[in-house]
């Protein structure tokens, strides 16, 4: 059984860059054959692909958000990251980290999903 975990600040000023980071059990981020993505969902809305980092390391962004955007990866941790720099009201949203899994049960491709982090943008 996979895990999943965010981790980061609860607290974001805005202009400020928020930093996120999703710990990892029972799987590699390294191996296989999965991509592992950030998805928020914004109050009241409905959930945003943000971006994904594949096993080896490629990165994809929402061209909304790849400006903004870095995703990386801490091998030895078996976390990845995200990072988006000039957060604004908008970006108040509850973040998730999933495990993508083409190779699964199509339309079940986010198969395991941390358990959420919400992130507030106040001055």
């Known amino acids: 059984q996979v895990q999943l975990q965010e981790s980061g600040p609860g607290l974001v000023k805005p202009s400020q860059t928020l930093s996120l980071s999703c710990t990892v059990s029972s799987d590699s981020i390294t191996y296989g054959y999965y991509y592992w993505a950030w998805i928020r969902q914004p109050p009241g809305k409905g959930l945003e692909w943000m971006g994904a980092i594949a096993s080896s390391g490629s990165t994809y962004y929402s061209p909304s958000l790849q400006s903004r955007s870095s995703i990386s990866r801490d091998t030895s941790k078996n976390q990845f990251t995200l990072q988006l720099t000039s957060v604004t009201l908008e970006d108040a949203a509850v973040y998730f980290c999933?495990?993508?899994?083409?190779?699964?049960?199509?339309?079940?491709?986010?198969?395991?999903w941390g358990q959420g982090t919400q992130v507030t943008v106040s001055s």
């Open positions: 999933t495990r993508v899994n083409f190779g699964g049960i199509p339309g079940h491709e986010y198969d395991y």
